[in-house]
């Protein structure tokens, strides 16, 4: 037996060395502010240029004030998971009105979009299916995917063509087959072709998947997702989505048809082996639920800010990608340029993290800015000018 303490993790030391050397080293930053326009970030007031709070909703009025009336009426832990004795009239209460509000018939939560994913999908798929991935799915689904022992292929990026020749390929060969898309791609912002994806599926008899995580409360009447946006309320056969995101608090959500819950409230592990949402996150969800549903507002501003912002920036000469969303990343190719972006940044009162490989492909490292509602005209401007100034700075723009 040795005698002295052993270091055994020193070649992840070596990694992370190796890491920053070639700038993709994540340096995490602290935040002691509420989520807002605003931030207090390592001990520095600045704006915020990159967070998922697409409607100003993780500190709204309304729902902290749902949260702490909930807490006072039912404590703060679920106590258990949802098959035990985890689920509460606030989880139902929930599910019920993310249902109503998406035009689906039922919707059962999780205690995250990741959980939903890596619950729902190996739930569904079994060992003789295929399941056919868009290339560049959110790194949750290709979890949720390997937790399965179904046999795996892509087809090329948001391209009906490839599809149809993977489809093709594969018809018959296997018990069941499911396509599996992101809504919106988080990291470019574009959408996919889902209205193609479907008639594909509905002519091959495939199943489809869609994680709609950066589509709700973005995309469709007042913030109703993807299936409303392309107006295929029914043809989708399973949405997957958070509640981490425009909605504001945390949580996960799959929708879809009643057998579909019912089956997920047997089979999903993070419903019969994680505990349940807590008490004041399901109570703050129902309040945003309730804000979208009777109002557009937010989200008609997020979408006028993510116009004038892009048009902007797009005049000042930055490369914004092919996003069709508030998701604006502003390409800069080489990794520590992007960190030296970001830091520039955060030095001139702005903070938008470097975004780089494994998140984004090698070479492809940006800066991800986050439009949201909660910013005002004068943020915005505030913004383009830093922009602006650290990019004519660093030779990215002229
Ligand atoms: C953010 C994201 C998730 C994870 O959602 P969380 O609720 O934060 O766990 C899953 N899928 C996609 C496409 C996402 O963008």
């Not at 739930?123 to 991935?133: T, Y």
């Not at 390929?169 to 996919?192: C, E, H, K, P, W």
């Amino acid at each position: 037996m040795a005698k002295h303490k052993q270091n055994k993790l020193a070649w992840l030391q070596e990694e992370l060395d190796d890491l920053r050397e070639v700038g993709r080293y994540t340096n995490i930053r602290t935040l002691d502010s509420p989520q807002g326009a605003w931030l207090v970030v390592d001990g520095k007031k600045v704006l915020n240029f990159c967070s998922n709070n697409y409607l100003g909703l993780a500190n709204h009025p309304r729902i902290v004030q749902a949260a702490k009336a909930a807490i006072d009426r039912y404590g703060v832990g679920p106590g258990a998971v949802r098959t035990i004795a985890g689920t509460m009239t606030l989880h139902e209460t929930l599910e019920r009105k993310l249902a109503e509000f998406k035009g689906a018939d039922a919707a059962i939560t999780f205690q995250s979009g990741f959980s939903a994913n890596i619950g729902a999908i190996p739930a569904l798929i079994g060992d003789n299916d295929l399941i056919i991935s868009d290339r560049l799915n959110h790194a949750s689904i290709i979890d949720g995917t390997r937790l399965t022992k179904a046999a795996r292929t892509i087809y090329e990026h948001a391209d009906p063509a490839s599809l149809r020749d993977v489809l093709e390929m594969n018809y018959g060969q296997y018990q069941r087959l499911f396509i599996i898309t992101d809504g919106v791609f988080s990291m470019d912002g574009d959408i996919a072709p889902l209205p193609q994806i479907v008639a594909l599926a509905e002519e091959f008899n495939a199943i489809t998947i869609v994680d709609d995580a950066h589509g709700e409360g973005v995309l469709g009447r007042g913030g109703r997702g993807i299936v409303d946006h392309f107006g295929l309320h029914g043809r989708v056969d399973v949405e997957i989505g958070t509640l981490s995101k425009a909605f504001g608090v945390v949580g996960g959500i799959v929708a879809g048809s009643q057998t579909l819950v019912d089956w997920l409230k047997q089979r999903g592990r993070p419903i019969l082996f994680s505990s349940a949402m807590t008490v004041p996150d399901v109570a703050a969800c129902i309040e945003a639920v309730d804000i979208l549903s009777e109002s557009s507002e937010l989200v008609d501003r997020l979408w006028e800010n993510a116009r004038t912002f892009k048009a902007e920036m797009q005049r000042l000469g930055f490369d914004i990608g092919h996003s069709q969303t508030p998701i604006t990343p502003v390409m800069l190719g080489e990794e520590r340029l992007a960190q030296q972006f970001s830091r520039r940044l955060y030095e001139e009162g702005v903070f938008g993290t470097a975004i780089t490989f494994p998140t984004v492909p090698r070479g492809m490292a940006r800066i991800r800015v986050m439009i949201s509602a909660a910013h005002s005209q004068e943020d915005l401007e505030v913004g383009l000018a830093t922009f602006r100034k650290v990019g004519q700075e660093l030779g990215v723009i002229d």
